[in-house]
C-alpha cells in the first residue's frame, strides 16, 4: 500500500489516500476515484494538462522511474523538466520532478503531488 497525499491551493486541505501497489493505475485515475481535482483533458500524455509535482516521502532510494516518451517530450517542452533530468532518470532511476498524472503509475511508496 501507498500513501498519496495530493495537495492544491484549488483544494480546501489536502487530500491523502492509499493506493494499492502493483494495480498498475495511474495517478490520474486514482485521483478521479478519490474525486481529486486534478486538471486533465486528453488522458493520454500528449496535452501536459495533468502535469503535476511529484514528491517521495522517504529516506530510501526511490524506486525505478519509467518515463514514457510522450511523458518525456511533453514534460521538456513545457520546461517542466531538463534533458539532464530525463538522462539521470534513466541512467540512474533518479525522479524528476514533474511527471504527468496520466501517465505516471503508482508504485509502492508514499508520495507528495502537487498540482
Known sequence: MA???F?????PKDVTVYAVAGDTRTLLSVAKEHKVPIHFECENGECGSCACEVS?????APLAVHLTEKEKTVLR????IT???VRAA???DLPPPYRLACQ???RDED???KF
Do not use: C
Open 3 to 5: 500513501d498519496v497525499t
Open 7 to 11: 495537495t492544491s491551493p484549488a483544494m
Open 56 to 60: 517521495v516521502l522517504s529516506d530510501k
Open 77 to 80: 517542452l513545457a520546461g517542466k
Open 83 to 85: 534533458p539532464d533530468q
Open 90 to 92: 534513466e541512467v540512474s
Open 104 to 106: 505516471f503509475i503508482v
Open 111 to 113: 508520495i507528495v503531488v
